[in-house]
Nanobody, 125 residues
Framework: VQLVESGGGLVQAGGSLRLSCAAS????????MGWFRQAPGKEREFVAA????????SYTDSVRGRFTISRDNAKNTMYLQMNSLKPEDTAVYYC???????????????????WGQGTLVTVSS
């Protein structure tokens, strides 16, 4: 599985961005997918995850109500719509996939096997 993120950039506080994660292979539709982020000087943290069937989502408290995770299994693509961005959202955002199929939602970094290269989101105040 190869994952490629896109959509990062520089945005003012209060603005919006939509990240995309394009996945290779034929297993995307059977896998939970997740978004993580790593801010400068901090450890990578969970942001959001979505079930393989897209009917279950999970968010970290700091983004709930502002970010929306979604997926299009026909396009092998996952998205993260980020609204009302804050300077503390500044980070490199990574998409990730586990090495399991038809599983429940994963929120821990060690549960994910495959990672993209990351896309930088910078929110100015």
């Amino acid at each position: 599985v190869q994952l490629v993120e896109s959509g990062g950039g520089l945005v003012q506080a209060g603005g919006s961005l939509r990240l995309s994660c394009a996945a290779s292979g034929r297993t995307f539709s059977r896998q939970v997918m997740g978004w993580f982020r790593q801010a400068p000087g901090k450890e990578r943290e969970f942001v959001a995850a979505i079930s393989w069937s897209a009917d279950i989502t999970s968010y970290t408290d700091s983004v709930r109500g502002r970010f929306t995770i979604s997926r299009d299994n026909a396009k092998n693509t996952m998205y993260l719509q980020m609204n009302s961005l804050k300077p503390e959202d500044t980070a490199v955002y990574y998409c990730a996939a586990p090495n399991t199929y038809y599983s429940s939602i994963y929120t821990r970094e060690r549960q994910y096997e495959y990672w993209g290269q990351g896309t930088l989101v910078t929110v100015s105040s």
